[in-house]
Nanobody, 121 residues
Framework: QLQASGGGLVQAGGSLRLSCAAS????????MGWFRQAPGKEREFVAS????????YYADSAKGRFAISRDNAKNTVYLQMNSLKPEDTAVYYC????????????????WGQGTLVTVSS
């Protein structure tokens, strides 16, 4: 029900925009978020956006460089990533749910399959 796309290989300092398209139901009223998992590391929170009112939340590592947005008409959430660093290399997952704590993965009910972002130095 969640399809992430937009990953790829980019040089350090470059930009990518990830998209997550939802299908099967509308997600306009629920929070949507991005998490990532680097090789050998645990999944970590990146950013989240509330439904309707659209309040946003970011991990410290993403603040000032990443921007999350959503287009409820398209049932899609985006993650604009700028000034990418090699340490941003990971599989990025989108998620949706009626979350209480935006950074807590277990609050999300729906998960996409992930898209790989590789940042070369």
């Amino acid at each position: 029900q969640l399809q992430a796309s937009g990953g790829g290989l980019v040089q350090a300092g470059g930009s990518l925009r990830l998209s997550c398209a939802a299908s099967g139901r509308t997600f306009g009223s629920v929070a949507m978020g991005w998490f990532r998992q680097a090789p050998g590391k645990e999944r970590e929170f990146v950013a989240s956006i509330r439904g309707n009112a659209g309040a946003t939340y970011y991990a410290d590592s993403a603040k000032g460089r990443f921007a999350i947005s959503r287009d409820n008409a398209k049932n899609t959430v985006y993650l604009q990533m700028n000034s990418l660093k090699p340490e941003d290399t990971a599989v990025y997952y989108c998620a949706a749910g009626q979350v209480f704590l935006p950074a807590r993965a277990r609050d999300y009910d729906y998960w996409g399959q992930g898209t790989l972002v590789t940042v070369s130095s």
